[in-house]
């Protein structure tokens, strides 16, 4: 017998939002076929220019991957949700800190998320939870 469930997708996202949303959906989702080092290295060169992510911000671009995609609002879309809240991040001239890593109590499974101020954004989750195995922060003034 299963149990019924719904996903939880966020409401009152702005028009213009979900637009921007859907426009980053399709890069996210091949982004996220991509193997990580390729990852990496698109994400490095598109963060390039831009300020640090607010909490707020990375929040709503995170909602607005989800109201726009099944898939991203779905419990294994954490990769293209991830990808996707950064690409609409960078759209707005910011970048959170995109990071991918494991769950540090068992089962010990991948996850992908977007940090700001140094906290995963809308996990739900201690700040602990998660080790980062890659990160992608936004570039320092002096171009690290």
Do not use: N
Request: hydrophobic share 45%; with cysteine.
């Amino acid at each position: 017998m299963t149990t019924p469930s719904a996903l939880e997708r966020p409401t009152g996202v702005p028009f213009t939002r979900r637009l921007a949303a859907r426009l980053v959906l399709l890069p996210a989702l091949a982004l996220s076929l991509l193997p990580p080092r390729r990852i990496r290295a698109v994400l490095g060169f598109l963060r390039r220019g831009a300020t640090p992510a607010t909490a707020a911000q990375a929040a709503a671009a995170r909602g607005a991957m989800c109201a726009v995609s099944l898939r991203c609002a779905g419990p294994k879309g954490c990769l293209p949700r991830s990808l996707g809240a950064a690409l609409l991040c960078r759209l707005s001239g910011t970048w959170p800190t995109w990071c991918t890593g494991v769950r540090v109590v068992p089962p010990f499974t991948a996850h992908a998320w977007i940090e700001a101020d140094g906290r995963p954004v809308d996990e739900g989750v201690p700040d602990d939870y998660f080790t980062r195995l890659i990160t992608i922060g936004p570039r320092s003034g002096r171009g690290r």
